[in-house]
T-cell receptor, first 110, second 114 residues
Framework: GEDVEQSLFLSVREGDSSVINCTYT??????LYWYKQEPGAGLQLLTY?????DMKQDQRLTVLLNKKDKHLSLRIADTQTGDSAIYFC??????????FGSGTQLTVLP | NAGVMQNPRHLVRRRGQEARLRCSPM?????VYWYRQLPEEGLKFMVY????????ESGMPKERFSAEFPKEGPSILRIQQVVRGDSAAYFC????????????FGPGTRLTVT
């Protein structure tokens, strides 16, 4: 089955860019997602990209997809303290169920 | 437009009791998914339902767990004879009937088994 991997921790300074990376194993994954989870809360859908796209930009967020390497990244420009959270990468195929990575804890330092 | 609603937000059960978790999808959504998040881990898929039908239950434990999404009312995830290992956050997500792959999550129910 699908396996999704992420690094566990990332620290950045306020105002810098953050880049969170993710790899997946199933080349038939159709959609790739980024979700944000704040402490004690549910998951907020940030953005997603269809597998035939290389890049998607939405305000401060840029998603890059390298389908050959099965690598997905999320870049947050001008990172703010309110961006501190856990970020989950997820993949889905025809089965619709999402397979999640373990999450990357982003800490934004003042 | 209310989002996905789950209740209760916190549930404490003793070993051997039953837990019932409820999920009301977003307005206009007829697809519901349940996921479980163990401490310090990502979410794991459990079951995918449409109204009155279980579409995919490949992630459900074979015993003690069941799910339904009746024609009227919320989706229910039922755990019978709970054990300590069932302690987790249970999240529900919904998507619309057009086949959209956007899943919107509720706030979760945090189950603690004592």
């Amino acid at each position: 089955g699908e396996d999704v991997e992420q690094s566990l921790f990332l620290s950045v300074r306020e105002g810098d860019s953050s880049v969170i990376n993710c790899t997946y194993t199933d080349s038939s994954s159709t959609y790739l997602y980024w979700y944000k989870q704040e402490p004690g809360a549910g998951l907020q859908l940030l953005t997603y990209i269809f597998s035939n796209m290389d890049m998607k930009q939405d305000q401060r967020l840029t998603v890059l997809l390298n389908k050959k390497d099965k690598h997905l990244s999320l870049r947050i420009a001008d990172t703010q303290t309110g961006d501190s959270a856990i970020y989950f990468c997820a993949a889905s195929g025809s089965a619709r169920q999402l397979t999640f990575g373990s999450g990357t804890q982003l800490t934004v330092l003042p | 437009n209310a989002g996905v609603m789950q209740n209760p937000r916190h549930l404490v059960r003793r070993r051997g009791q039953e837990a019932r978790l409820r999920c009301s999808p977003m307005k206009g959504h007829s697809h519901v998914y349940w996921y479980r998040q163990l401490p310090e881990e990502g979410l794991k898929f459990m079951v995918y339902l449409q109204k009155e039908n279980i579409i995919d239950e490949s992630g459900m434990p074979k015993e003690r767990f069941s799910a339904e999404f009746p024609k009227e009312g919320p989706s229910i995830l039922r755990i019978q004879q709970v054990v300590r290992g069932d302690s987790a956050a249970y999240f529900c997500a919904s998507s619309d009937q057009t086949g959209s792959y956007e899943q919107y999550f509720g706030p979760g129910t945090r189950l603690t088994v004592t």
